[in-house]
């Protein structure tokens, strides 16, 4: 079992629809992050987060330590938005982080 | 500021031949990572460095692969020889990494290798 697992794996949705993308992981950690990669293969860090909940634009990020749960939400999904997200978790003095798979969003217009 | 700078950007070589990659990290930051991404899968980490020391290697596979850091700043990565699976996105992250925390990674746009 991967110590950081993403659902879906895929996900369409049709422009303007709520998003919510789910990382689940089952060690102690320090951060979760949550990365925008688009094809081509650049990657954009679009929350580092360690309690509560915090939002940026149309981005949503909330983590509940207790249930090792994180969820990534957008709102009012646009085509610009597909891209595939990765939920990753650092884990306090290493310095490492690990990967869980990502998430391949497809918002059709 | 200027971000993560990798070069090149796609590299086509033959097996057996090999292949270097260059990672110049945001200024200031102390911490350099190389991942390699397979197609579908999460960045799988090859190496840490904090400044010039590679802090994690468990991962790099030392038979063909190698690093350096010198100087605590730029890095490059390379193959010798290339094998078919090496194929694969290359990505160098760099991140301030203070008092067991890091801060948020920055990622170059990565090199995309395909051995042929």
């Known amino acids: 079992k991967n110590e950081v697992e993403q659902s879906p794996q895929n996900l369409t949705a049709q422009e303007g629809e709520f998003i919510t993308i789910n990382c689940s992981y089952s060690?102690?950690?320090?951060?979760l992050h949550w990365l925008q990669q688009h094809p081509g293969g650049g990657i954009v860090s679009l929350f580092m987060?360690?309690?509560g909940k915090k939002k940026h634009g149309r981005l949503i990020a909330t983590i509940n330590i207790q249930e090792k749960h994180s969820s990534l939400h957008i709102t009012a999904s646009h085509p610009r938005d597909s891209a595939v997200y990765i939920c990753a978790v650092g884990r306090g003095s290493q310095g490492n982080l690990i990967f869980g798979k990502g998430t391949k969003l497809s918002v059709k217009p | 500021e200027a971000g993560v700078v990798q070069s090149p950007r796609y590299k086509i070589i033959e097996k057996k031949q090999p292949v270097a990659f260059w990672c110049n990290p945001i200024?200031?930051?102390?911490?350099l990572y190389w991942y390699r991404q397979n197609l579908g899968q999460g960045p799988e980490l090859l190496i840490r460095y904090e400044n010039e020391e590679a802090v994690d290697d468990s991962q790099l596979p030392k038979d063909r692969f190698s690093a350096e850091r010198l100087k605590g700043v730029d890095s490059t990565l390379k193959i010798q020889p290339a094998e078919l699976g090496d194929s694969a996105v290359y990505l160098c992250?760099?991140?301030?990494?203070?008092?067991?925390?890091?801060?948020?990674?920055?990622f170059g746009n990565g090199t995309r290798l395909t051995v042929t």
């Open positions: 987060l360690s309690s």
């Open positions: 200024s200031g930051h102390n911490t």
């Open positions: 992250a760099s991140s301030l990494f203070l008092g067991g925390l890091n801060s948020p990674l920055h």
């Open positions: 060690v102690g950690i320090s951060a």
